[in-house]
């Protein structure tokens, strides 16, 4: 799944710190997606963007912000790190062939 | 938003055996239902889906169905493998193509 790329693939922050998590696909999809896993949870989607320059809000948003500067990259950025952020982040694109996703290798963030 | 739930969270099968997961979902205007498989450490990846004008799809060893009326469908994996071992997730999405996912199930296969 060469299609997208995650990074960093691990971090570790303090509280209160801020990080920007990057994704960039070489597979020019339009919509591209960031969720979130935590265990019992499932993926739960954060932000999502279905174009160039569009972005919106998915289940859990409070406390991230994401930039869709061009069509290849969405980066997810925790502006104030709280435990509570403590998670696996992946960034997805969609193929519009079989509108499947196709995900990142994924982040894991520790924040302490 | 819609809401998937998964059942069951673990399950424990002996290898050769068949095993079934289930999703049901809660908005009727959903009609597109993926699932995917986990690896220890590694992404999420798509092995079937299933849309909303099929009641029932096969792949090899691995087969969904979908009903419609009631809000469920299902994950069948015949003659299971080791390989099989894995956290499986269900998913649903309408045509704005957000996928909300179920919790997952954990399978493993005894040899």
């Known amino acids: 799944n060469a299609g997208v790329t995650q990074t960093p693939k691990f971090q570790v922050l303090k509280t209160g710190q801020s990080m920007t998590l990057q994704c960039a696909q070489d597979?020019?999809?339009?919509?591209m997606y960031w969720y979130r896993q935590d265990p019992g949870m499932g993926l739960r989607l954060i932000y999502y963007s279905a174009s160039e320059g569009t972005t919106d809000k998915g289940e859990v948003p409070n406390g991230y912000n994401v930039s869709r500067l061009n069509k290849r990259e969405f980066s997810l950025r925790l502006e104030s790190a709280a435990p509570s952020q403590t998670s696996v982040y992946f960034c997805?694109?969609?193929?519009?062939?079989?509108?499947?996703?196709?995900f990142g290798s994924g982040t894991r963030l520790t924040v302490v | 938003g819609e809401n998937v739930e998964q059942h069951p969270s673990t399950l424990s099968v002996q290898e050769g055996d068949s095993a079934v997961i289930k999703c049901t979902y809660s908005d009727s205007a959903s009609n597109y239902f993926p699932w995917y498989k986990q690896e220890l450490g590694k992404r999420p990846q798509l092995i079937i889906d299933?849309?909303?004008?099929?009641g029932e799809k096969k792949d090899q060893r691995i087969a969904v169905t979908l009903n419609k009326t009631a809000k469920h469908f299902s994950l069948h994996i015949t003659e299971t493998q080791p390989e099989d071992s894995a956290v499986y997730f269900c998913?649903?999405?309408?045509?704005?193509?957000?996928?909300?996912f179920g919790a997952g199930t954990t399978v493993t296969v005894r040899a």
């Open positions: 997805a694109i969609r193929t519009e062939l079989n509108y499947g996703y196709t």
């Open positions: 299933i849309r909303s004008n099929v």
């Open positions: 597979m020019n999809h339009n919509s």
């Open positions: 998913a649903a999405s309408k045509g704005d193509y957000k996928l909300s």
